[in-house]
């Protein structure tokens, strides 16, 4: 079984692995730790650089008593002409897990298609199903529920809303995503989450997608790879920004969520991602939790 996209587990499976996260969380906290993952181990494959997925999966195995192994292209014979099939064969004769932060979906497919052992998506340019499963997990924490809430989008409509609208239409929320004209969500990930019921609307004015929200979420303008495109995403995505504004727009009691890492005055206001409503450091903990849930239901 692998973990490519939000849809391979069905809404029982993730309350389950939500359940469980809670539990090595409150572990955690009380210092009890487990050898559930003893003597595994887990190849971490980074086309992109990161901090929260490297570090959270890297602590989450020695956690459970395992050991990760760090590996990018330029110390790989992939980096050298080796094939994705290749790779993903060999790499099962010595681990037990594959994570990938891959700049393509295709990658991250193609390694799940050759390997006999669990592949995790850890970011494609298509979904980041781990953040998606983090932010549930935070959301439940401090709503006490998913089903029936509703989440706002303001922003790029790009690989983490579509793993959020994904994720909606499973547990029963509304997704709203106010994006500015060709930044929407891909096309196919809407199809597919009004074809399992979901309450979906994409829209491109931010107080329309804000109005009576439980969450509002952001994330950068600029993402790895799109810098040649800085300006143009500057000047495009101006006007979707979260601040009081739309904070007065949404529920009382709403939580503001970023991914990170943010950049205050552009996405966000430095006011509300600091302020009383954030609870993005929650949020960036959570990967460790959800994803040590993933890695035990997998690799165990």
């Not at 650089?49 to 760090?70: I, K, N, P, Q, W």
């Not at 239409?169 to 929407?184: D, L, N, S, V, W």
């Not at 799109?226 to 009691?253: F, S, V």
Request: with cysteine.
């Amino acid at each position: 079984m692998h973990f490519i996209s939000f849809t391979d587990l069905s809404r029982d499976e993730i309350e389950a692995l939500l359940d469980r996260a809670e539990d090595m969380k409150r572990m955690r906290d009380e210092g009890v730790y487990s050898d559930y993952l003893k003597n595994r181990s887990l190849a971490m494959i980074f086309e992109k650089s990161s901090t929260r997925t490297r570090v959270s999966f890297e602590v989450g195995m020695t956690d459970l008593g395992g050991h990760a192994l760090y590996l990018d292209p330029a110390s790989m014979q992939v980096g050298r002409g080796e094939t994705i099939e290749d790779t993903a064969r060999i790499l099962s004769g010595y681990v037990h897990g594959i994570m990938v932060r891959a700049n393509s979906h295709g990658t991250v497919e193609q390694l799940a298609r050759n390997a006999s052992v669990p592949v995790i998506n850890g970011l494609s340019d298509r979904e980041h199903p781990c953040q998606a499963l983090a932010d549930l997990m935070t959301i439940r924490e401090k709503k006490g529920r998913l089903a029936g809430l509703k989440l706002a989008w303001v922003g790029d409509g790009n690989n983490v809303c579509n793993s959020l609208i994904l994720a909606a239409a499973e547990m029963g929320m509304e997704m709203a995503a106010a994006c500015p004209p060709g930044y929407e969500p891909d096309p196919e990930i809407v199809a597919q989450a009004l074809a399992m019921g979901g309450r979906v609307k994409i829209t491109g004015d931010p107080k329309e997608a804000a109005r009576n929200a439980d969450v509002l979420y952001t994330d950068v303008w600029v993402s790895m790879g799109e810098e040649d495109e800085r300006e143009q995403r500057r000047k495009d995505l101006k006007d979707y920004q979260i601040n009081m504004g739309l904070i007065r727009l949404a529920k009382k009691g709403c939580l503001v969520m970023h991914c990170l890492p943010a950049h205050r005055g552009e996405e966000i206001t430095a006011e509300v991602i600091d302020g009383p409503r954030s609870v993005v450091i929650d949020e960036a903990e959570n990967r460790l939790h959800v994803q040590k849930a993933v890695m035990e239901i997998l690799m165990r």
